[in-house]
């Protein structure tokens, strides 16, 4: 059975940082691109970075370029995001999903019950 | 960046009804469409992808069709655990972007 459990998530300030974490079970996590998604209340929801398979190509949506930054470890079956100069907008909840990929098209296949973040003084 | 927009934003209907929710890009992503239910306190939950495969496990009674930048997802006959928000998404280009949602609620 597919597993991603995030954690990480919890109240930081404006400015601060946030290191979440997603593990992975139930399948080859090599062989799979990764997403992290949020859900806020401003942009309902949204999709804010994938990672390929091995890590090499990243994407991070604009809003969040040279703030945040996603990452994979295959050998411990995770996945991560660094969250840094966190603004009130990036307040929400936030996902890893599994990507999959059929006849051309990408789709989040499975996801994890998401963590909350929190971002006020 | 792609928009994607739904129609109607919140509708209330009897469970056996046939139920209909439009998905339109604002410019041409062939079938590269995919419908979410979301309940609240859940995460999202992949009913259909590429406009109209069926996700495994996910009840006949839901159909997807469309291409281009018009998409529709069906209901054939609403059952009580059906009520809840869905949501399209497009991902043809990047960045991804989802829809709105629309509400599906109890008349």
């Known amino acids: 059975e597919v597993q991603l459990v995030e954690s990480g998530g919890g109240l930081v300030q404006p400015g601060g940082s946030l290191r979440l974490s997603c593990a992975a079970s139930?399948?080859?996590?090599?062989?799979?691109?990764m997403t992290w998604v949020r859900q806020t209340p401003g942009k309902g929801l949204e999709l804010v970075a994938n990672?390929?398979?091995?890590?090499?190509?990243?994407y991070h949506v604009d809003s969040v370029k040279g703030r945040f930054t996603i990452s994979r470890d295959n050998a411990k079956n995770s996945l991560y995001l660094e969250m840094n100069s966190l603004r009130a907008e990036d307040a929400g909840v936030y996902y890893c999903?599994?990507?999959?990929?059929?006849?051309?098209?990408?789709?989040?296949?499975?996801w994890g019950h998401g963590t909350l973040v929190t971002v006020s003084s | 960046d792609i928009q994607m927009t739904q129609s109607p934003p919140s509708l209330s209907a009897s469970a056996g009804d046939r139920v209909t929710i439009i998905c339109r890009a604002s410019q041409s992503i062939s079938t590269s469409l995919n419908w979410f239910q979301q309940k609240p306190g859940k995460a999202p939950k992949l009913l259909i992808y590429?406009?109209?495969s069926l996700q495994s496990g996910v009840p006949l009674r839901f159909s997807g069709s469309g291409s281009g930048t018009d998409f529709t997802l069906t209901i054939s006959s609403l059952q009580p655990e059906d009520f809840a928000t869905y949501y399209c998404q497009q991902t043809y280009s990047a960045p991804f972007t989802f829809g709105p949602g629309t509400k599906v609620d109890i008349k």
């Open positions: 590429a406009a109209s």
């Open positions: 990672v390929q398979q091995d890590g090499g190509q990243k």
């Open positions: 139930g399948f080859t996590f090599n062989k799979y691109w």
């Open positions: 999903a599994r990507l999959n990929w059929y006849s051309t098209v990408w789709f989040n296949d499975f």
